[in-house]
């Protein structure tokens, strides 16, 4: 083989190998996709502070507070959201269930942590810590 052709195979391999490297790279860049099984989701010892109501104010609140609530049905508060709760309505319109209106309405599904730490909240008792 002359120079010139050594050359250009060596050109080619380094193009595959750099364009198979890159397409690879981004193959799942979803933490949801790396980990669906919720390996660091923390479901002791629920905060509702902490943990519950910033999901339900980034998720729900926009379209059920105040007087103009969607659906008569408000989420600003401890109790606006344990009664929703008890209504029972909240986790199959979270979880988008058949029979519920899924929510956030218009908007993707809660990831699979935040639903799973929502039960858990639940089971805890529903307590405002």
Known sequence: MDHQTI????????????LSFL??????????????????CVTENV??????????NNNCVSCHSGAGASAGIRLGNHSEIVAS???????????HEQG????PQGG?????????QIEA???????NN
């Open 7 to 18: 050359k250009q195979t060596g050109r080619l391999l380094l193009m595959f190998f750099a």
């Open 23 to 40: 397409l690879s790279s981004c193959y799942k860049d979803n933490e949801e996709d790396l980990y669906p099984d919720g390996n660091n």
């Open 47 to 56: 905060s509702f502070s902490k943990t519950i109501q910033p999901v339900i």
């Open 85 to 95: 709760i008890d209504g029972g309505r909240f986790l199959g319109a979270i979880k």
């Open 100 to 103: 519920f209106s899924a929510m």
């Open 108 to 116: 993707n599904k809660l990831n699979s942590c935040a639903i799973s």
């Open 121 to 127: 909240w639940i089971a805890q008792g529903k307590l």
